[in-house]
Structures are given as C-alpha cells and as structure tokens.
C-alpha cells in the first residue's frame, strides 16, 4: 500500500449520495419524478508532470564546505534509490505522485483512493538502512507514515487525524541530536510547534511542544538540513517579498538561534526544497523552482550561506508538478483551473500551465448543452483534489446526477472556496435573495451536508462573491466580493464555522471595469489564489495571489484575449 492518489478526470460534480434540502438533511434521495439536470460531464485533468531528470551543476563548490564540516555526504532525507543523492518527489495535478532521481526520469507511485496535498520527507527513521521514511498529508488534514521508500513503493506504518490545524508542516531534519529527523507545524497565527521524533512506527512523535509564535510573517518555511557542520537541522524562511533568514538549531529541539537574513530577492521563487548535501561537501543545499518552471541550485557554504544559484533542469521542465515535496509553500488543492461557458450554452475547460498561464481549451459539453443553466463551480467536496459544479435546476440543487433536494430557487449565488470550518472537509456559502449568506459544510465524501450555519446578512450589496483557496496568506480560505460601485473586498476566513470571515477589509476600487471575474485557485505554482478579470474588450487579466491580507494581489497581467466569447467564468 502507498499514499497516492490515483489519475482521474476531472467531473462537474462529485456527490453520489443524500439529497438535501436547502437547510436540513432529508431522509433520501428524490423521487424518479423529480425533473432531471443535465448530465455530468468529464472534464480533462492536466496531464501529469513530466519534468527532465534533475541534473548536478558542476562547478567545484565540493570543496566549499565549513571547518568542522564532515568530510562525507550528509544523510538524505528523500534518497528514494540509495545512489546517495537526494531525489524529488512531487504531486501532479491531477492527484498522481511521482519521485524524479539524478539519473533517471519520474517514476510514479502506487495509488490510493485519498487525495495527497503535500509530501514530507523525513530520512531513515528506523536506522535499518533500507530506504527513507515518508509522511504524506491528506485533503483532510491525516498525517501518515510510510518506510523503506523506494522511487515507487513505500510501506505503509501509521497515521495520525487533526492535522489540518496547520497550515505548514515541514522537517528542518535533526534537531534534537538522536540521529532522526523531526517535524515542525505551523498555525494560522503563526504559532510554531516540534514534533521530536520517537524513532518507532506505532507512536512516532513525541507530543507537539510549540517554540515560537510570529512565524505567520514567512510565506515559506523549508527545512533545511544541517548547514553549519554541527550535525543538527537547520531551517530557513522566507517572506512575501522575498527576503531569506536562516534559524539555525541549538541542540535542544524546542529551541532555535535567533534569525540571520542571509538572502534577498527570492521572490522569484515559486517553491523551494532543502534537499540535504547535494554536492558532497558536507553542508545542505537547495533547490528553487522559478516562476517559468525552471530548477536552480543553491550550494550551501555554511549557517544558511550559499554559492551563486546554477540551473539544474532544463527551462521550464518542471512548470507542472503542482506541489514539490519538501517545499516550504503552503500547498494549494481544490481547484485549479476555470470553467467557462460560451453564449451558446457550450462548456470549456481550461487546465493551468503552473506559470500562470491557461493551457488551450477543452470542451466538455455538447453544443449548447448548458443554455440558460444556472451553475457555480467549488472546491472538491469529496475525497479527490477534482473541483465540482453545482446546477440549480428548478429549484433544486443537483452535483451531477445526485439531487440534493429542493428549495433551492431562493439561492442566486454560491462560491465554494473550500474548508471553511476548519474540520478539512470542503464547504461552499450560497447567498439567498435576501442577502443574507448561508454556510454549507460537507461530509468527507462529499455526498451529503450538515445543516445550514447563517453567516451574515448584507451580501446583497454585492454583485460578484469569488474565492478558491487562500488570498491572505494563513493557509485559511477567503472570498473576494465587488460592490456594485465597483469597490473590492477580502472576506478573510477564520477556520471557525460560527464566525466565518473576519471584517472585509477594502482591497482597491474600479473593478467594475471587469464584466467577468473568476477565481481559479493557484495557477502560478506557488500556493497562493490568484483571481482572473475580464474587461469589455474580453483582455484575461491575472492578478496573482501575494499572500498577504492588506494587499493580497500583484499588479494584472494580460495573459489572453477573446473572453468576450463567454457568459460566465467560474
């Protein structure tokens, strides 16, 4: 058994099960003589990455190494094939997890039904010598461990629930000195824990001891490995605009030395990965993703300092592996793409390059199949990372072929920008004609909701509610809502069903130029939601997600025209 989950189409809708009214569970599903929606239709998945083999620079920084230093190659904490070099695993779009050696191209992983939003590497926990430990993290927030890992197999050993009350979870190596690597956690308040390792399979931590607070100001946490000789793992961080610190460790886990910045400018950076000693000089290194898809090698000199950056993959070969594992982003799930129809009725769906840029679209309907149809497109309710589209459909709400009962016809807006209450489940709001904002929380199969939470009244004033993902940089999903004058909101969640979104905060006026707005989750690879606008003349503009709340999107980038084909954008 491994931890994968397995390459699958994307659907319009998921649900399979229950049909709900718009307040309260019913006991069943409809009737055979309530009115039929239209069928489901398969969307296209994003063809699985297939980045180049990783390659080794050479450039004589071997010897670049600190005194005291030793001589030999630090243990790796992700060697998949036992050459001595530290691979790459990463997740793909569509769900599949492949590992990528020095000397070989992607090899895929076994799979299992449970969508995998990130992969942790921690080394050989067990000292046996037959592979590094893996810890993989699902949609809902399950933490699980796998041995002896090879490029496409690891045994599964344990796993632990609740761990969606993070938002980075990440292993900066040994840092108590017993020879295993341990794991630190992360909070939306940016509250830092350790996990110690135990070394043994059933209980493999220690209870979480938390170390720090103030860390919500980094975007990126990477777990370095040892970088100043001391045999202990080190960890750096990184902020929205780019500047680099590195933490280095004292010996004891639940402690750090205070933060040295050692790097400026790697904004440009979507993901980055301390991927141990790369180099044979004794001192860890990393690797950095940039925006065009490009891998770059950064050879560490000592306490966080590294050489002169050299390419390390051929441009731009690894745009599509939608979450490195060992990356310190927050990783993004749900939704990644954008559903539009014509007006005509018609269906297209467009797949993300992972530069921020839309692949050439696919049809996924018949002609003219969906005129006049009243849909809203959300985050994967169910166990896969495939978001769904939901059609009201005389009054009723319908996923597919799934009824999810009447009352419906008073709902004239729905955005579902994923877990909104902190349980890991994904959940949608839905706005009735009195303005008033209603919560939905689904079960963890997506087939059936949890009575209806009111969230607040006044949404009214809105004619456009957006959101897939995180805008604010906590790891906490948002919406984005425009007043008729054309003034734009951040609606910032809180995790807390009974307190949904914090107070909206004024993000920037005129977008009422833009007849179209769209959120498509994260199509620039770095974790961040980025919001799509149309203007007038069908211009697609980008405004890519900074991670932070008080300006939570760059400056627009056109990357299309002709959008003024379309009726809606979802």
Request: proline residues 5%; contains cysteine.
């Amino acid at each position: 058994m491994f931890f994968l989950h397995s390459k699958r189409a994307r659907r319009v809708a998921t649900c399979t099960a229950l049909a709900l009214s718009a307040g309260m569970l019913l006991a069943g599903p409809a009737s055979a003589d309530s009115p039929s929606p239209r069928p489901a239709v398969e969307k296209p998945a994003p063809a699985p990455a297939a980045p180049s083999k990783r390659f080794l620079p050479q450039d004589g920084s071997r010897s670049a190494g600190v005194a005291g230093a030793t001589a030999a190659s630090l243990p790796s904490r992700s060697d998949l094939d036992g050459d001595g070099h530290s691979d790459v695993l990463y997740r793909a779009g569509d769900g599949s997890v492949f590992s990528v050696s020095t000397t070989a191209e992607p090899a895929e992983f076994s799979s299992t039904s449970e969508f995998v939003k990130d992969v942790i590497p921690i080394g050989d926990q067990d000292g046996n010598g037959s592979g590094p430990e893996v810890l993989t993290l699902s949609k809902f927030g399950t933490v699980s461990l796998y041995g002896d890992a090879t490029p496409s197999y690891g045994s599964y050993r344990w796993s632990g629930p609740g761990w969606q009350i993070y938002n980075k979870i990440f292993s900066p190596g040994d840092i108590s000195g017993d020879g295993r690597a341990d794991v630190m956690a992360r909070t939306p308040a940016g509250e830092l824990y350790v996990y110690a390792s135990t070394g043994t399979y059933n209980a493999p931590f220690h209870a979480p001891r938390k170390i720090g607070k103030g860390w919500h100001v980094y975007d990126q946490l990477i777990g370095l490995g040892d970088s100043d000789g001391d045999g202990l793992g080190d960890l750096l961080a990184r902020t929205p605009s780019g500047a680099v610190f590195y933490y280095g460790s004292t010996g004891n886990p639940y402690t750090m030395k205070p933060a040295k910045q050692v790097g400026h400018g790697w904004g440009v950076y979507n993901q980055i990965v301390g991927i141990d000693d790369d180099n044979g000089n004794g001192i860890a290194d990393v690797i950095a993703r940039g925006s065009d898809g490009t891998l770059w090698v950064y050879y560490g000199t000592g306490s966080g300092h590294f050489t002169a950056r050299h390419q390390a993959s051929t441009g731009g070969a690894w745009a599509g592996a939608a979450q490195l594992g060992g990356a310190g982003n927050v990783p993004a799930h749900g939704k990644e793409g954008l559903l539009a129809r014509d007006k005509a009725g018609t269906l297209f769906w467009y797949n993300p390059t992972g530069t921020g840029k839309l692949f050439p679209r696919s049809q996924v309907s018949s002609d003219g199949g969906w005129a006049g149809s009243t849909i809203f497109e959300v985050n994967s309710l169910g166990r896969d990372g495939i978001s769904d589209t939901l059609e009201i459909y005389d009054g009723r709400l319908y996923g597919g072929e799934t009824d999810f009962g009447g009352g419906w016809g008073a709902i004239n807006l729905i955005a579902g920008p994923g877990d909104l209450n902190g349980d890991g489940t994904a959940d949608f709001v839905a706005r009735d004609r009195s303005g008033v904002l209603w919560l939905y929380r689904s079960n963890y199969d997506g087939t059936a909701l949890h009575a209806r939470v009111k969230v607040g009244s006044g949404w009214g004033a809105y004619d456009r509610i957006v959101g897939s993902g995180d805008f604010s940089g906590d790891g906490l999903n948002d919406l984005v809502a425009r007043a008729k004058d054309g003034t734009l909101y951040l609606h910032q969640g809180t995790g807390q069903g009974g307190y949904t979104f914090k107070p909206r905060v004024r993000i920037g006026g005129g977008w009422n130029a833009y007849p179209k707005l769209a959120a498509p989750g994260d199509i620039t690879g770095d974790g961040k939601a980025d919001l799509l606008a149309v203007n007038a003349g069908g211009e697609l503009f980008r405004y890519s997600g900074t991670g932070e709340a008080g300006t939570p999107f760059k400056s627009r980038v056109s990357i299309g025209t002709g959008y003024q084909t379309y009726n809606g954008l979802y």
